[in-house]
Each structure stands twice: as C-alpha cells, then as structure tokens.
C-alpha cells in the first residue's frame, strides 16, 4: 500500500462540515473510504454539505460484509467525524450493528488509530463514561472544540484548529493551523 488509507465515518451530529474539511485536506494524497449514516446525510442536507463531491470510495452503512469492517483490511486510521453520542456509545460498548461501529470495534481491536470527535454539549455522566470506555479501549477522544489564540477571523479558521490536531494525531504533516508559540515577554 503506497499511499495512506483512511476510513472515515460520518455520524448523525451536527457538524458535518469537519467531515467535509477532513476529507478535502486528504483527499488528494490518500485513499479514503467513507461510511455515512442515514441521520448524516439528512443533517448534510439541512447543513448545506456535500461529501460526494469528493472522489472517495464511499460503502454503504448496512453493509458489514464490506472491506472495511475486516481486519485484514488495512488503513492507517479511523476517523468518526462527527461522532454522536449514539455512536459513542456503541463503540464504548462493542456494538457493532452497522458498518461505522462495525469498522471502529476492527480499528480499536487491530491497534489501529481511532479519533471519535464529539460535539455534543452539554455532557451527561452517561456520556463521559462512555468516553472513558472508548478511551479505555483505544480510541483518541476530542472535542471539537477550537483554540482561540490563533484569532480566528472565520469559521474555516475554527474548523481548521479543530482538524489540525486530528491530523497531529495522525501524523500527516500540515500547515492548517498556527501552533502555540508561547506569550512574548
């Protein structure tokens, strides 16, 4: 496998237009595979995103025969982008009853990057536990949750804050985002 390979899975939570980003950051050097839940594509809609302007390999969330929901299968990392509490929960818990869940539960088990970014606010306890579990069992948790020292000027800048650390996570290199540098003294 020459070029990177990426599975990314798009949940029912607002904030899709991470996913739009992520995808338009690598999709021109790697190999993308893209799932999207049913309650995404509605929330896409009513967003104003499109994801299949991308050329990726998109499968279909029903179909857990997929490549992508095997370990032999191999990629460089799993992103849920956004992930939603019900999503959350499933991998917590090793529900694997689509092919999202289905290719997370493979990831975490092959020891293979997992980034859930969340976007829910406020946090029960039930979803904090269930971040701890995911956490527990291998996945990287964030939040989309922008900095602030880098003055923003638009929302790409916040999404970009947000996408750069994934990509940190991931080990690609990128230029999307200042990095902290410390207060001038």
């Not at 039930?126 to 996945?139: E, T």
């Not at 948790?141 to 000027?153: E, G, K, L, R, S």
């Not at 790409?156 to 940190?168: G, K, Q, T, W, Y």
Request: hydrophobic fraction near 45%.
């Amino acid at each position: 496998m020459n070029k990177k390979r990426y599975v990314i899975g798009v949940t029912g939570a607002s904030g899709i237009i991470y996913a739009e980003r992520l995808i338009q950051i690598l999709a021109p050097d790697t190999e993308i595979h893209l799932i999207i839940s049913d309650t995404a594509s509605l929330i896409a809609q009513d967003e104003g995103v499109l994801l299949d302007r991308f050329l990726v390999i998109q499968h279909d969330n029903r179909n857990l025969a997929a490549p992508v929901a095997s370990g032999s299968f191999k990629h460089d990392g799993m992103i849920i982008i956004p992930c939603s509490m019900k999503t959350l929960a499933a991998v917590a818990s090793g529900v694997s009853s689509n092919l999202i869940t289905r290719s997370a539960a493979v990831a975490l088990k092959e020891r293979r990057p997992c980034i859930l970014l969340l976007r829910e606010n406020p946090l029960s306890r039930i979803h904090l536990r269930n971040m701890i579990d995911a956490y527990d069992a291998g996945a990287t948790i964030m939040m989309a949750n922008p900095p602030f020292y880098q003055h923003p000027q638009t929302i790409s800048d916040l999404v970009d804050a947000v996408l750069a650390r994934i990509l940190d996570h991931l080990g690609i290199e990128h230029s999307i985002s200042k990095r902290w540098s410390g207060f001038d003294a």
